[in-house]
């Protein structure tokens, strides 16, 4: 991290857990444990429990978000919730291109552009999420697969409108298997991400362009992970569910 140059930022994925009830209990125990961060803290809850994220968190340093939006502001897109329902509600994050909505539900580089933008217009922050697959990696081409998702992912994005954004990596190899990229992997293709950043949108805007890492970190790597200068905080999956486990994590991105 460099925390002169850019904010770092602690995201809960929350996925499909936690009903209302066990979101209060966990959000409560949440709260005091970080209050004093010197970071940003995000949960990025499920639909249903949003209103619950928002209520217990008015007033306190954790920001709320959604795991995904639609493109379109209304229509008939039956189960589907657009930004601009999001930011009447308050929500000020939304999750966009998460590897699982792109194995399962068939999203692609151009509907999480559309995405992007429909939540951008809205008023959202945006955690862009990028990565590679597994036989990817092994076939050598992760930067020219992490290079073409942002790219596409932010055609039409404006300088100005850059700065609503977080990228996420994501290997997709270290997601809920356990497996984690190492430090020094996790900030390679991070630093790819952000030279890719200073070729679209300038010096300025890469420097302060905010990276997280989104692969599996934990209470027990995280401190090596957001040691590397281009890793600025993560996209918590599994340890978001754990209230001392976020909290440990979330310090060590306050260091």
């Not at 994005?157 to 990228?167: A, G, R, S, W």
């Amino acid at each position: 991290m460099n925390k002169n140059l850019r904010k770092a930022v602690i995201a809960g994925n929350w996925k499909m857990n936690k009903d209302r009830t066990e979101a209060k209990a966990l959000i409560e125990e949440m709260i005091p444990l970080v209050k004093d961060a010197d970071c940003d803290v995000v949960i990025c809850v499920p639909y249903t429990n949003l209103e619950t994220a928002l209520n217990l968190t008015e007033g306190t340093n954790i920001g709320v978000g959604a795991e995904n939006c639609h493109w379109a502001n209304s229509g008939a897109f039956t189960g589907e919730i657009s930004a601009l329902m999001l930011k009447e509600m308050g929500v000020k994050y939304v999750i966009i291109g998460h590897s699982e909505r792109r194995q399962y539900f068939g999203e692609t580089d151009e509907t999480v552009n559309q995405r992007v933008r429909a939540a951008l217009d809205a008023g959202l922050k945006v955690i862009l999420c990028v990565g590679e697959l597994l036989e990817q990696r092994e076939q050598g081409i992760t930067e020219e697969i992490v290079s073409l998702q942002t790219k596409v992912a932010l055609q039409g994005v404006t300088n100005e409108e850059l700065k609503n954004i977080i990228i996420a990596y994501e290997p997709v190899w270290a997601i809920g298997t356990g497996k984690t990229a190492t430090s020094e992997q996790a900030n390679e293709v991070c630093h790819i991400i952000r030279v890719l950043i200073e070729k679209l949108y300038g010096k300025q805007a890469a420097d302060g362009i905010t990276i997280q890492y989104g692969g599996s970190m934990n209470a027990k790597n995280a401190d090596e992970l957001v040691a590397q200068y281009d890793v600025d905080g993560g996209l918590i999956g599994g340890a978001s569910l754990k209230a001392s486990d976020f909290a440990v994590i979330v310090n060590a991105a306050s260091k």
